[in-house]
């Protein structure tokens, strides 16, 4: 059965992307005969198999955006599992049964319900108690079977990952550092948890089973190899183990260790778990965790090497952090000479400098990281001066967290980080400026500020005369160019660059502004403190910014060149239209805080951060406690109301 999955996947992957260069590419990669021959091919296989792969071509699944993400409570809770990094820990827990050792996968746990041969829900693991129910994106991972030739119920337990290719491809489409994704596991939380499935399904998430739970019947085995190979047989892909005993054991941990190195999904460790099911239930479990499985964490590899220097590197908001730099070592395979050590804080708790034995690692065996200074000679210091221009800098505290500041304005790699940010594709999006280009047109003068940019036709020879370039890429450039002067007011304010100001607090001001920006630049410091996620030192960053004179010339004259559009589709007539919410506590019926937002900015009502006498609604599922937010709308009079209340406010 796997051989004539993978024969499917192989398939679906094929006509997939021959679909995509026809209608999205205008290209073809293939013959209509064999893109029909290969259809077919599928067709048969799924009617022999009875198995249908969530994004088979075969099915036309109709995508469609939730507005939020509701709960479900677990049939049996989900307990976390117990951990040890010590391979004799295993031996002693195993004694003389006989176990599978597999990955532990990081992603996000979800549980999936077939019954009558089709999946009806998925189930995110939540709080181990209740879930968000997320159907509609399992349809869009690349290999849940939404048809399974087994009729009965049917339960499992997997985790949905995103691969280090997939992940690595994603992440060099961003080409602001700031925005990357950290990791996979960061990637795969937001993508799973989507409202919009086509999101999710560009994501290439895939559903690796570790479980599957009783169904009264004795189809599924006792064992759970037999469970894994029931499985297998009906499409499932189900996370790689190996059968272990007491001695056996340490040698496939050793195993596992040495695949890591080249394994493509992310894990950060393995599960030992018993054989024999019911023995395993035999056993119970403590208050925290279940006694038939036990998970088994890496532990790091450490170096010992010496501190060569502390190299300080400048970034776009002016703060310069410190990168070490020492003799390289072998860690996880792969050599390493370098590792960030993020804050001046830092640098000093480990009381570094220059020729000190320190102790590396990687964490989660991927990031370099300093473990400890052996020495501690304390002899590196804060720099003076920003190494870019020379600038003295300052040190700030920042919630007891010491930092290095550039404070010049014209500080060269802010200005090309900002112009980085600028051009990126969640900003301007403008094509055909890398960071390398920027920074020449920078150092020859054809770029100072923004709207110089829509200027670079005075210098087409210039460009079509550098090196890589040519006539063709300046086209390319001067139509992407043109493409961007229609652009909407989120973008706008987040290509200026306004420290602090990411792309999910310029959608929040654009709204709160009406998507005027002329209200956005005379925007007072109480109004913004209003502004939900914004709060007093993001406002006072706004303040600063609109406050200095040069930078409203540079938006004007940016203002000159584009024209801001896509002001978002509101929900008109709407029984909260004008009206101003606040909320508190946690929410239960909606993804999230942002979620509840977006429904209310929808429906032209406004989210505000703190109780004031311009507050309507105080939403809160606990209207009894005694928090700020309530004491103060009971003082001023404002509504408290449920999120039920509130969806049958959306109603009236």
Known sequence: MQDTRKRMQSLIEKLDEAARAYYKEDREIMSNMEYDALYDELVELEKKTGLILSNSPTQTVGYEVAEFLPKQNHASPMLSLDKTKSVEDLVSWLGDKKALLSWKLDGLTIVLRYNEGKLVSAVTRGNGVTGEVITGNAYAFTNVPIEIDYKKELVIRGEAVISYPDFEKINSQIEDVELKYKNPRNLCSGSVRQLDPKITKQRHVRFVAFNVMDNGTKDLGDFLSQRFEFLHNLGFEVVDYAEVDKNSVAKEVENFEKRIVDYKLPSDGLVLSFDDIEYGKSLGSTEKFPRNAIAFKWKDEIANTTLRGIEWSPSRTGLINPIALFDPVELEGTTVSRAGVHTLSILEGLELGIGDTISVYKANMIIPQIADNLTRSGTC???????????????????????????????????????????????????G???MTLEKFLAKGYIDKLADLYKLDRYKEEIVAMEGFGLRSYEK????????????MPRFIYALGIPGIGRANAKTLSKYYDYDIEKFKVAKLDELKEVEGIGNILAGLIIEYLANEENLRKVDLLL??????????????SPIEGKTFVVTGSVESFMSRKVLREIIEARGAKMGASISSHTDYLINNDSTSNSTKNKKAKELGVSIITEAEFRKLLEE
């Open 477 to 488: 450039l001067m139509q992407s160019l043109e493409k961007s002067r229609n652009t909407s």
């Open 560 to 573: 000159e060149e584009v024209k801001l559009t896509d002001r978002p589709v509101e929900i008109k007539n």
């Open 433 to 435: 400026l890398s960071e």
């Open 381 to 431: 210091k804060a720099p003076k001066e920003c190494p870019a221009c020379r600038e003295k800098t300052v040190i700030k505290q920042e919630d007891k967290v010491k930092m290095v500041y550039c404070p010049n304005p014209n500080c060269p790699v802010k200005r090309l980080k900002n112009f980085v940010l600028a051009v990126s594709r969640n900003a301007l999006n403008i094509d």
